[in-house]
């Protein structure tokens, strides 16, 4: 652990306000913090990998840690082609039968 975070934290516990986490509910729903997602940074409306933008593609905020986290640097903003290059398998668009992706995909 860094010095500075020691510190950090240790003011924190310290202080003993009474309040319970300086952070944001442990396990939000996905909905919630995709929700607080948007409204905190927008609509996705480029894309962080190859830069394309919403007028050429859909743009999406993707997670990066599957932990779905109230932070920043754990989403991005991808195309699909991108977004599905840092998909885990499960959330891997499904195809049918003759190679042409199903409808139902999951949107972000
Ligand atoms: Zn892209």
Redesign the pocket.
């Known amino acids: 652990m860094p010095k500075s975070m020691g510190l950090k934290m240790s003011l924190i516990a310290s202080k003993r306000t009474g309040q319970n986490s300086p952070r944001w509910q442990e396990t939000p729903s996905y909905n919630a913090v995709h929700l607080w997602l948007r409204k905190t940074y927008g609509s996705a409306i480029k ?6 933008k919403r007028e050429e ?1 859909m ?1 999406h905020w993707a997670n990066v840690s599957q932990k779905y986290l109230r932070d920043r640097t754990d989403w991005k903003q ?6 599905k290059q840092l998909d885990k398998p499960w959330l891997k668009l499904q195809r049918d039968s003759k190679g042409k992706f199903k409808k139902n995909v999951q949107r972000l």
């Open positions: 894309c962080e990998e190859c830069e394309k593609g743009i991808l195309c699909v082609p991108c977004h």
